[in-house]
């Protein structure tokens, strides 16, 4: 930290006042002890005696003057609160400087970082303040995301119940208005509102889904697993609608039973969607594997399909939440864009990791678990 000129100015005027004060102190004391000795002969004597009994061997040097001792013993001292007077001046210094730093952020700067690199308590008292910023600004910033993430998915939901509901609306309101002309236009007005009902249903109990899995310490009931046998009963769930479209759904988990750590409920529904999606997107799929395999502490289970390859750059989006593929909003071939957003979130609340990968032979959805869930107190340390 570097000094102004008006503190450097300060502390040499400083230092001069306080030479001037500890020389007349000094010239004090050596009078008074001069008083002393002469208004005592006995003083006096001791004195000479000890003078002539102190001897430094080997070149025999006697001590001739007790002044100079006393003198050089208070020139040390001297120093010595010289210097005391000087650092603490600096260290004050410094702390004016530190308070002038917190004062700027405190305006608003918090961009700014107090720059200074001192010793001691000082420079601890920088680190920790810097680091205090740093965590309000984070924070400040983790909330304005959230009021942002809020505003879009309100948008979002209100855009997505907003479209069904115009229809069911609006093909309700024909049948209200007798604006039909036969049975067969009936069956069909109120065919296409219950569709949209039933997708509006679809989008509030993912949303509901979303937002449970979403919240801190939301429950999760761990238990052990055997991996195969919820693939399995998973593929047993979508077999039918597989074998309409021609796919062959099929499970291979090594070893034979692979059990892990888990909550059932909420693993069935991880894989459920991405088989879901992988039925509902893979266009041209003749397969879709759902693969699991042991690997040291963890299992990795891979949920893949030949279908149509998902665009690159659509690739890292896929996990946000609402993002959907095709461009447009239209529900006909887009379900509520939750699913995998709901797929991740139940996987970080396992403490694994899910990724996404897709070329013109192959989409995967790899599923990385740990066999074994932390702790509550191997989390907390």
Not at 51 to 66: D, E
Not at 84 to 105: C, T
Not at 228 to 238: C, K, Y
Request: some cysteine.
């Amino acid at each position: 930290m570097k000094l102004t000129t008006r503190e450097k100015t300060s502390l040499f005027f400083e230092a001069v006042i306080t030479i001037i004060l500890l020389a007349m102190l000094d010239l004090a004391v050596i009078t008074i002890l001069q008083d002393v000795v002469r208004s005592n002969p006995g003083v006096a004597v001791g004195i000479y005696i000890i003078k002539k009994s102190l001897v430094f061997s080997p070149t025999h040097i006697r001590i001739w003057s007790y002044q100079g001792w006393v003198i050089g013993v208070l020139v040390v001292l001297d120093l010595i609160v010289l210097a005391w007077r000087l650092v603490r001046r600096y260290r004050q210094y410094q702390m004016h400087h530190i308070i002038n730093e917190l004062h700027y952020i405190a305006n608003g700067h918090l961009d700014h970082r107090i720059p200074f690199k001192l010793r001691g308590d000082a420079q601890h008292v920088i680190v920790s303040v810097n680091a205090l910023v740093d965590s309000t600004v984070r924070s400040m910033n983790d909330e304005r995301q959230m009021e942002k993430s809020k505003d879009e998915l309100i948008t979002n939901v209100s855009h997505d119940l907003r479209t069904p509901l115009t229809s069911i609306i609006g093909y309700l309101g024909l049948v209200e208005d007798r604006q039909y002309r036969s049975e067969e236009d009936i069956l069909k007005y109120t065919h296409t509102a219950y569709e949209k009902a039933k997708q509006m249903k679809n989008l509030v109990e993912d949303l509901f889904e979303y937002t449970k899995v979403q919240q801190s310490g939301a429950p999760v009931s761990m238990m052990q697993v055997d991996l195969g046998q919820l693939l399995e009963q998973v593929a047993a769930s979508f077999e039918l609608e597989a074998c309409k479209r021609g796919i062959e759904l099929n499970v291979r988990v090594v070893p034979s039973p692979l059990k892990i750590e888990a909550d059932p409920e909420k693993l069935g529904r991880v894989f459920s969607n991405l088989v879901a999606n992988a039925l509902k997107y893979g266009n041209g799929a003749s397969y879709i594997h759902l693969r699991a395999h042991e690997h040291g502490s963890m299992v990795q289970i891979k949920v893949a399909n030949d279908g149509e390859q998902i665009p690159p750059e659509s690739v890292s989006h896929l996990f946000e939440r609402f993002y959907r593929v095709e461009r447009s909003r239209s529900q006909k071939t887009g379900g509520t864009g939750l699913g995998l957003a709901i797929v991740k979130s139940i996987v970080d609340l396992h403490h694994g990791e899910v990724s996404a990968q897709s070329n013109d032979d192959e989409t995967s959805f790899i599923v990385n678990l740990p066999v074994q869930q932390k702790t509550t107190t191997e989390e907390k340390a």
